[in-house]
C-alpha cells in the first residue's frame, strides 16, 4: 500500500498562486508515477499533470500547460504542484494520486489521496 497526504489548499484570490504538496508513504517502491487530478464542484474529476518517479517525464492537461508545474523530490518522497495565475475555474478538490507510470487515466492510479481545497476568489 502506498499512503499519500495531500497539503498547501486554500483560499486565494484569482491571479495568485499557491503550491500543492503531495507526501508518499508505505511501499513507495510500487510507485513509478505521480499524478494530480482535481473535481470542481458539480464536475467530474479531471486530470491535471503527473510525474514520472525516475527519468523526469512530465505529461499535462493542455489547458493547465504553462501556469502549472509539477515537479517532486525524491529524498521527501513528495510531489509539488506549483500553481500560478489562478482563476476562480481553477477552484476544485486536488487529489494526489500514485500509479505505475504517467497516464491521464485516473483508473491507472490505484492509489489516491485524501484531496485538498483550493478555492480561488474573483
Known amino acids: 500500500q502506498v499512503q499519500l497526504v495531500e497539503s498547501g489548499g486554500g483560499l486565494v484570490q484569482a491571479g495568485g498562486s499557491l503550491r500543492l504538496s503531495c507526501a508518499a508513504s508505505?511501499?513507495?517502491?510500487?510507485?513509478?508515477?505521480l499524478g494530480w487530478f482535481r473535481q470542481a464542484p458539480g464536475k467530474e474529476r479531471e486530470f491535471v499533470t503527473a510525474?514520472?518517479?525516475?527519468?523526469?517525464?512530465?505529461a499535462y492537461a493542455s489547458s493547465l500547460k504553462g501556469r502549472f508545474t509539477i515537479s517532486r523530490d525524491n529524498a521527501k518522497n513528495t510531489v509539488y504542484l506549483e500553481m500560478n495565475s489562478l482563476k476562480p475555474e481553477d477552484t476544485a478538490v486536488y487529489y494526489c494520486?500514485?500509479?505505475?507510470?504517467?497516464?491521464?487515466?485516473?483508473?491507472?492510479?490505484?492509489?489516491w489521496g485524501q484531496g485538498t481545497l483550493v478555492t480561488v476568489s474573483s
Open positions: 510525474i514520472s518517479w525516475t527519468g523526469g517525464y512530465t
Open positions: 494520486a500514485a500509479g505505475n507510470s504517467i497516464s491521464a487515466n485516473e483508473g491507472s492510479y490505484p492509489f
Open positions: 508505505g511501499r513507495t517502491f510500487n510507485m513509478n508515477a
